[in-house]
Protein backbone atom coordinates (compact mmCIF):
# COMPACT_ATOMS: atom_id res chain seq x y z
CA UNK A 1 0.00 0.00 0.00
CA UNK A 2 1.56 3.16 -0.88
CA UNK A 3 -0.33 5.50 1.66
CA UNK A 4 -1.14 4.16 4.92
CA UNK A 5 -2.07 7.34 7.18
CA UNK A 6 -1.10 7.10 11.31
CA UNK A 7 -4.54 5.87 12.41
CA UNK A 8 -5.85 6.29 16.43
CA UNK A 9 -8.68 3.44 17.56
CA UNK A 10 -10.41 2.93 20.18
CA UNK A 11 -9.19 0.37 22.74
CA UNK A 12 -12.55 -1.21 23.07
CA UNK A 13 -12.71 -1.32 19.49
CA UNK A 14 -9.53 -2.87 19.14
CA UNK A 15 -10.17 -5.44 21.93
CA UNK A 16 -13.69 -6.47 19.87
CA UNK A 17 -11.88 -6.14 16.33
CA UNK A 18 -9.46 -8.58 17.98
CA UNK A 19 -12.17 -11.22 18.58
CA UNK A 20 -13.48 -10.79 15.26
CA UNK A 21 -10.10 -11.39 13.91
CA UNK A 22 -9.63 -14.52 15.97
CA UNK A 23 -13.07 -15.94 14.94
CA UNK A 24 -12.76 -15.19 11.13
CA UNK A 25 -13.52 -17.80 8.83
CA UNK A 26 -11.14 -19.13 5.82
CA UNK A 27 -13.84 -16.32 3.55
CA UNK A 28 -13.22 -13.30 5.67
CA UNK A 29 -8.94 -13.96 6.12
CA UNK A 30 -8.40 -11.53 3.58
CA UNK A 31 -9.91 -8.53 5.73
CA UNK A 32 -9.28 -10.21 8.61
CA UNK A 33 -5.34 -10.12 8.19
CA UNK A 34 -5.85 -6.51 6.53
CA UNK A 35 -7.42 -5.50 9.68
CA UNK A 36 -5.19 -7.02 11.62
CA UNK A 37 -2.30 -5.20 10.10
CA UNK A 38 -4.11 -2.08 11.32
CA UNK A 39 -4.81 -2.96 14.93
CA UNK A 40 -1.28 -3.59 15.20
CA UNK A 41 0.05 -0.14 13.67
CA UNK A 42 -2.81 1.78 15.23
CA UNK A 43 -2.31 4.03 18.16
CA UNK A 44 -4.85 2.59 20.85
CA UNK A 45 -5.99 4.66 23.58
CA UNK A 46 -9.10 4.54 25.77
CA UNK A 47 -12.57 5.87 24.43
CA UNK A 48 -12.48 9.27 26.28
CA UNK A 49 -9.71 10.37 24.59
CA UNK A 50 -10.32 9.65 20.94
CA UNK A 51 -10.34 12.62 19.22
CA UNK A 52 -13.93 14.12 17.44
CA UNK A 53 -11.67 13.61 13.67
CA UNK A 54 -10.95 9.81 14.12
CA UNK A 55 -13.14 7.23 12.90
CA UNK A 56 -14.68 4.47 15.22
CA UNK A 57 -16.91 1.98 15.32
CA UNK A 58 -20.61 3.23 14.97
CA UNK A 59 -18.97 6.13 13.56
CA UNK A 60 -21.43 7.65 10.35
CA UNK A 61 -18.57 8.45 7.92
CA UNK A 62 -18.72 10.49 4.60
CA UNK A 63 -16.33 9.52 2.52
CA UNK A 64 -15.13 9.45 -1.36
CA UNK A 65 -13.85 6.80 -3.33
CA UNK A 66 -11.43 8.38 -5.53
CA UNK A 67 -11.08 5.14 -7.72
CA UNK A 68 -14.33 5.25 -8.69
CA UNK A 69 -15.41 8.77 -8.27
CA UNK A 70 -17.85 8.31 -5.58
CA UNK A 71 -18.87 9.90 -2.51
CA UNK A 72 -20.81 7.59 -0.31
CA UNK A 73 -21.98 8.13 3.63
CA UNK A 74 -22.32 5.08 5.66
CA UNK A 75 -21.95 3.80 9.37
CA UNK A 76 -19.20 1.63 10.14
CA UNK A 77 -20.69 -1.53 11.84
CA UNK A 78 -19.77 -4.91 13.09
CA UNK A 79 -21.00 -7.64 11.06
CA UNK A 80 -23.91 -8.95 13.80
CA UNK A 81 -25.65 -5.05 13.19
CA UNK A 82 -25.61 -4.99 9.36
CA UNK A 83 -28.73 -5.63 9.11
CA UNK A 84 -30.12 -3.46 11.69
CA UNK A 85 -28.31 -0.52 10.55
CA UNK A 86 -29.97 1.09 7.13
CA UNK A 87 -26.29 2.61 5.76
CA UNK A 88 -24.43 0.08 7.60
CA UNK A 89 -20.72 -0.90 6.25
CA UNK A 90 -19.24 -3.93 8.09
CA UNK A 91 -15.92 -3.23 9.35
CA UNK A 92 -14.99 -6.95 7.89
CA UNK A 93 -15.75 -5.86 4.41
CA UNK A 94 -13.03 -4.70 2.49
CA UNK A 95 -14.21 -0.58 2.46
CA UNK A 96 -15.02 -0.82 6.19
CA UNK A 97 -11.66 -2.43 7.37
CA UNK A 98 -10.04 0.46 5.59
CA UNK A 99 -11.82 3.29 7.54
CA UNK A 100 -11.29 2.08 11.02
CA UNK A 101 -8.69 5.13 12.60
CA UNK A 102 -8.63 7.47 10.04
CA UNK A 103 -9.19 11.28 9.90
CA UNK A 104 -11.05 13.42 8.51
CA UNK A 105 -9.07 14.64 5.43
CA UNK A 106 -7.07 11.29 5.48
CA UNK A 107 -6.45 9.45 2.22
CA UNK A 108 -5.40 5.69 2.23
CA UNK A 109 -4.55 3.08 -0.93
CA UNK A 110 -6.04 -0.60 0.31
CA UNK A 111 -6.37 -3.91 -1.38
CA UNK A 112 -9.68 -5.57 -2.16
CA UNK A 113 -10.15 -9.00 -3.08
CA UNK A 114 -9.80 -9.25 -6.34
CA UNK A 115 -6.14 -7.73 -6.32
CA UNK A 116 -7.32 -4.16 -7.38
CA UNK A 117 -6.90 -1.55 -5.17
CA UNK A 118 -9.45 1.57 -3.52
CA UNK A 119 -8.40 4.98 -2.81
CA UNK A 120 -10.27 6.68 -0.07
CA UNK A 121 -10.58 10.10 1.64
CA UNK A 122 -12.43 10.71 4.61
CA UNK A 123 -14.37 13.88 4.17
CA UNK A 124 -16.55 14.39 7.15
CA UNK A 125 -17.69 12.29 10.14
CA UNK A 126 -21.53 12.86 10.39
CA UNK A 127 -22.00 10.86 14.04
CA UNK A 128 -19.41 9.38 16.38
CA UNK A 129 -20.13 7.66 19.20
CA UNK A 130 -17.15 9.04 21.46
CA UNK A 131 -17.85 12.84 20.79
CA UNK A 132 -21.42 11.81 21.81
CA UNK A 133 -20.50 10.31 25.44
CA UNK A 134 -21.15 7.14 24.43
CA UNK A 135 -17.82 5.43 25.02
CA UNK A 136 -18.63 1.80 25.35
CA UNK A 137 -21.34 1.31 22.26
Given at each position: MSS???IIINRLDAERLQRLIDAASDRDRFVADLLEAELER????????IPEDVVSMNSQVQFTDLTRGRQMIRTLVY?????????????????????????????IDWPLP????????????????????????
Amino acid sequence: MSSRPPIIINRLDAERLQRLIDAASDRDRFVADLLEAELERGEVIDPEDIPEDVVSMNSQVQFTDLTRGRQMIRTLVYPHALAATEDGLSVMAPIGASLIGLRIGDTIDWPLPDGGEATLRIDAILWQPEREGQFHR
